[in-house]
């Protein structure tokens, strides 16, 4: 197989202003989410939570994400496993997978969470209106996950029809077969 083009996110960006990208994504889309869907839905008086629950919802949001990422993988047969690196002051999940994927498959990994998550967030909105300020800042912290997410896909949907995918651990690379 030939190496079509590497893609290395941090480098050409620069992890400083994909954080503050991701950072504006969470803020504005909880500006626009929260305005859009309290102006549609009637909203009964808020019900507070504890800072603990938010925190735990949190930290299971990144974790549900994670793992949707792997559902169409695993659907499809492929190996992919979910590790936990504790070497940083927080834990960081990373997902290894063996050999490369087809674009398409790529593709739906990257696409799945995004699409889950949003559909349950929207659906959490209308069914348990006196959560809504919670719900929309768990869903804002979901889009800065996503927006990762989007530049990965803007660079796959560029490759070639029939190329392959590698992740490894500065990014991926997009391979073609040898004719």
Do not use: Q
Not at 42 to 57: N, V
């Amino acid at each position: 197989m030939n190496c079509w083009k590497t893609i290395r996110i941090s480098r050409d960006y620069g992890t400083l202003r994909l954080i503050i990208y991701s950072g504006c994504t969470i803020l504005f889309s909880f500006l626009f989410y929260y305005l859009v869907i309290s102006s549609i839905i009637k909203t009964p008086k808020l019900i507070e939570i504890s800072f603990h629950s938010i925190l735990l919802s949190i930290i299971l949001l990144v974790f549900s994400h994670k793992l949707l990422h792997l559902l169409p993988l695993w659907i499809c047969g492929k190996k992919a496993i979910l590790k936990i690196d504790r070497s940083y002051f927080f834990p960081l999940l990373t997902i290894k997978i063996k050999g490369p994927l087809s674009k398409s498959l790529y593709l739906a990994t990257l696409f799945m969470p995004g699409l889950i998550i949003t559909s349950a967030s929207a659906l959490a909105s209308t069914m348990y209106p006196m959560y809504i300020a919670y719900i929309s800042i768990l869903t804002s912290i979901h889009f800065g996950l996503v927006f990762f997410d989007i530049v990965y896909i803007s660079y796959i949907l560029k490759a070639p029809k029939r190329c392959l995918v590698e992740k490894h651990s500065e990014g991926f690379n997009i391979l073609l077969r040898k004719i």
